[in-house]
């Protein structure tokens, strides 16, 4: 009954393969969102996307490439991986709310993909 | 773009203690601003949050605070426990039309509280 979810959990590959992060979320939300967590904890936002609609592409390599088939996922796929792309992946989703003005609302994580790139 | 800077990077203090994180950020276009905690192999989890149109907000131990003449804002925990150890991220999101939000994150705050 997970609200956000993501697979695989550990993703371990080597150098140059593609690889690719499902995420699913059943909160009803219309945003979804890809952040990066570095080794230092850092987080970073990647993509979001709105109904399905790329909203924000922050400066990521175009390795890099999300896809969102419905506005339930947001799945995301990395060609030709290098060592730095070692991280820990989140999915997150939220929703925009109107009253008189739009809101944003806090955003839900996933349990986050932890991607090795050896 | 938004900055947003999160001090300290580690905090450590004795149970029963108060903890204060402070955040500053750089767009007067903020307009939310959450706070995450995010315990050792988990997902960051929000555990209060305030919009730019209150000064002060509070929740059992926890309380947040936003100045928006300064442009800064603090996450306040009194009577400190074990279990509050963990890092916790600040957050400020614009809202730029339509459906554009963009979340921008603190570097995050290493909270350990020792028994």
């Known amino acids: 009954d997970t609200a956000v979810s993501q697979t695989p959990k550990y993703l371990v590959t080597q150098m140059g393969n593609d690889k690719s992060i499902k995420c699913e979320q059943n909160?009803?939300?219309?945003?979804m969102y890809w952040y990066k967590q570095d080794s230092k904890k850092f987080l970073k936002i990647m993509f979001s996307?709105?109904?399905?609609?790329?909203?924000i592409n922050e400066t990521v390599p175009n390795r890099f490439s999300p896809k969102s088939p419905d506005k339930a996922h947001l799945n995301l796929h990395i060609n030709s991986l290098e060592l730095g792309d070692s991280a820990v992946y989140f999915c997150?989703?939220?929703?925009?709310?109107?009253?008189?003005?739009?809101?944003?609302?806090?955003?839900?994580f996933g349990q986050g993909t932890r991607l090795t790139v050896v | 773009g938004e900055n947003v800077e999160q001090h300290p990077s580690t905090l450590s203090v004795q149970e029963g203690d108060s903890a204060v994180i402070k955040c500053t950020y750089s767009?007067?276009?903020?307009?939310?601003f959450p706070w995450y905690k995010q315990e050792l192999g988990k997902r960051p989890q929000l555990i209060i949050d305030i919009r730019s149109n209150v000064g002060e907000k509070k929740d059992q131990r926890i309380a947040v605070t936003l100045n928006k003449t300064a442009k800064h804002f603090s996450l306040h925990i009194t009577e400190t426990q074990p279990e509050d150890s963990a890092v916790y991220f600040c957050a400020a999101s614009i809202h730029s039309g339509g459906s554009n939000y963009k979340l921008t994150f603190g570097k995050g705050t290493l909270l350990t509280v020792n028994p």
């Open positions: 996307y709105n109904n399905k609609e790329l909203i």
């Open positions: 997150a989703s939220s929703q925009t709310l109107y009253r008189g003005r739009t809101l944003n609302t806090e955003a839900f």
């Open positions: 909160l009803g939300h219309d945003t």
């Open positions: 767009d007067s276009a903020s307009n939310y």
